[in-house]
């Protein structure tokens, strides 16, 4: 079942949403050449919490820590650990969220850190341009699958590999809800989106083969073929003509 928000439930996703979007921009500012996962993942810790919040993936599912961070051929689901150190030439995936007042967040950046290969500066900017074509095609009607479609034409016009075994969702008092939000599609297939809906578009891009496999810790994907993979995620709400980027 689709939840259509309330106006006072999407003042608390926008609150929540606003946690998320400024603890992405402090953890863009703090990571560094050197600094651990598990350091990161504690400094987001904290500062959700600073601001009120919950960090919503911690224990989600059995899920260890409050961010997952995934490096280079790791797709997402990376966990922050203390003997994992940032290096140069890495493109960084930082995905997180936080529960406010009972209301979901959830976002992902990809970062370059220091002098990055122009092939993976280039997946990172075209994961997200995938988002943000997929943003421009959504409003009141528009069908998941102009979604999907919208975000593996133009990942593949550049022999990029889009993730399909795992998919955005919708969000709301729960971290998943209904519908999936695939990042492959058919135009003009699949429910129609609704205003006032709140979903989750986050494309997944690998610079090689779009097949994943998952790490012996049961939750880290990684590529099949160990190329790199970006990833970029922001909590929307559906609206008469277009959408609202809750995670901004
Ligand atoms: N952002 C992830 C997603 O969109 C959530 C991570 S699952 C968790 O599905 F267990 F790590 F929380
Ligand atoms: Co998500």
Not at 37 to 65: E, M, W
Not at 163 to 177: A, C, F, N, P, R
Request: aromatic fraction near 8%.
């Amino acid at each position: 079942m689709i939840n259509i928000k309330t106006p006072e439930q999407l003042e608390y996703m926008r609150a929540a949403g606003k946690v998320v979007a400024d603890t992405l921009k402090l953890l863009e500012d703090k990571i560094c050449v050197g600094i651990s996962t598990y350091q990161l993942d504690k400094i987001a810790h904290d500062f959700i919490v600073k601001c009120g919040a919950r960090p919503n993936f911690l224990h989600y599912r059995g899920y260890p820590s409050s961010v997952c961070i995934s490096i280079d051929e790791e797709v997402v689901h990376g966990i922050p650990d203390k003997h994992r150190f940032i290096e140069e030439g890495q493109i960084v995936s930082v995905d997180l969220g936080a529960v406010m007042h009972g209301y979901n967040g959830d976002a992902a950046r990809t970062f370059c850190i220091g002098q990055v290969s122009q092939q993976k500066r280039t997946l990172v900017e075209v994961t997200e341009q995938c988002f943000f074509k997929a943003l421009s095609v959504v409003k009141n009607g528009v069908r998941l699958g102009d979604i999907g479609w919208a975000v593996s034409q133009h990942a593949q016009s550049f022999g990029f590999g889009v993730v399909t075994e795992l998919v955005g969702h919708g969000i709301g008092s729960t971290l998943h809800e209904d519908p999936n939000v695939p990042n492959y599609g058919i135009k003009g297939r699949g429910i129609r989106l609704a205003t006032n809906m709140t979903i989750c578009i986050e494309p997944m891009i690998n610079m090689g083969t779009s097949e994943v496999v998952f790490s012996p810790n049961g939750w880290t994907a990684i590529t099949k073929d160990h190329m790199p993979s970006a990833h970029y995620e922001n909590t929307i709400v559906i609206t008469d003509n277009g959408a609202e980027i809750l995670t901004k």
